[in-house]
C-alpha cells in the first residue's frame, strides 16, 4: 500500500501560503515554487542510502559517510513540473531528468500525452515524478504509466498541493508509488480545480493564460 507522507515543516507551509496567493506574481511564483521545491527533496532524499569511506581529517584519520550512488531521476510533467526541477537539482546535481508532457484536457479533464523522454537505464533508478498539482489524479496516474511501460520499477510522486480525489486514485492505481505532499487541500470544484488550492499552476509559472 502506497504511504502518503504531507510535509507539515513550517518553512515549507509559510512559503507555500504566499505561492497560494492570487497577487503573487510570476517571478514570485516562480522562486517560492524552486525553494518549496528543494525543502521537500531534503526530506524526501532521507532515506537514500549510505556508504563509509575512509578519510584525513586536520585531526586524524576517520571513517565518515557518503551517498552510495544510488542513481536517481527527476521527472518533470510537463509544463507545470518544470518549475521544481532546479529546486530538487540542487540537493540531488547528479541525478539525471527524464520529461513527460501531458496536459489535462479542460472539457474532459482526461490527460494528453504528448511528448517522453526518459535516461535510457530506466529500470536501474529510483524516480521522483513531480508536478505542482495532483487534482482528478489522472496526469500523475498517466504519467507513471508512461514511466512503469518503459521499464521503471522504483517510484515516487511529489507535488505541492493535492486534491483527496487525486490522492485516493492515484494510491489506488499505482500503491507501490509513494506520495510525497506539501498541503493536503479540502476539494475539487466543478472545473476540476483544486480548492483553495493555487489556480493554474503552469500558467502563474510561466505567466500564460
Ligand atoms: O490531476 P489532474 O486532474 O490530471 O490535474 C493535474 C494536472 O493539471 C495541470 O496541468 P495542465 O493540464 O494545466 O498542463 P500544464 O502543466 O501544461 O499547464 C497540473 O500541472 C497537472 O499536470
Ligand atoms: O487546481 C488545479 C488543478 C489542475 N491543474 C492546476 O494547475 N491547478
Ligand atoms: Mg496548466
Redesign the pocket.
Known amino acids: 500500500m502506497a504511504k502518503v507522507h504531507v510535509f507539515d515543516h513550517p518553512l515549507i507551509q509559510h512559503k507555500l501560503t504566499f505561492i497560494r496567493k492570487a497577487d503573487t506574481g510570476t517571478k514570485e511564483f516562480r522562486e517560492l515554487v524552486d525553494e518549496v521545491s528543494t525543502l521537500m527533496a531534503f526530506e524526501i532524499t532521507r532515506e537514500l542510502p549510505l556508504t563509509e569511506i575512509n578519510i584525513q581529517t586536520p585531526v586524524c584519520e576517520a571513517t565518515s559517510k557518503v551517498l552510495a550512488g544510488k542513481k536517481l531521476g527527476v521527472v518533470p510533467?510537463?509544463?507545470?513540473?518544470i518549475g521544481m526541477v532546479e529546486g530538487i537539482l540542487k540537493l540531488i546535481p547528479a541525478a539525471k531528468v527524464g520529461h513527460v508532457g501531458?496536459?489535462?484536457d479542460p472539457e474532459t479533464?482526461k490527460?494528453v500525452e504528448y511528448y517522453v523522454k526518459l535516461p535510457s537505464d530506466v529500470s536501474e533508478r529510483e524516480f521522483i515524478v513531480v508536478?505542482?498539482?495532483?487534482?482528478?489524479?489522472?496526469?500523475?496516474i498517466e504519467a507513471i504509466n508512461s514511466l512503469k511501460k518503459r521499464g521503471a520499477v522504483n517510484i515516487k510522486f511529489m507535488c505541492l498541493v493535492a486534491a483527496p480525489e487525486?490522492v485516493e486514485l492515484l494510491t489506488k492505481e499505482h500503491p507501490d508509488v509513494d506520495v510525497y505532499i506539501a498541503a493536503l487541500d479540502e476539494k475539487l470544484n466543478d472545473k476540476?480545480y483544486i480548492v483553495p488550492g493555487l489556480g493554474?499552476?503552469?500558467?502563474r509559472l510561466f505567466g500564460t493564460k
Open positions: 510533467i510537463l509544463r507545470a513540473g501531458l496536459y489535462r479533464l490527460p508536478d505542482p498539482m495532483l487534482a482528478t489524479g489522472g496526469t500523475a487525486g476540476g493554474d499552476a503552469g500558467d
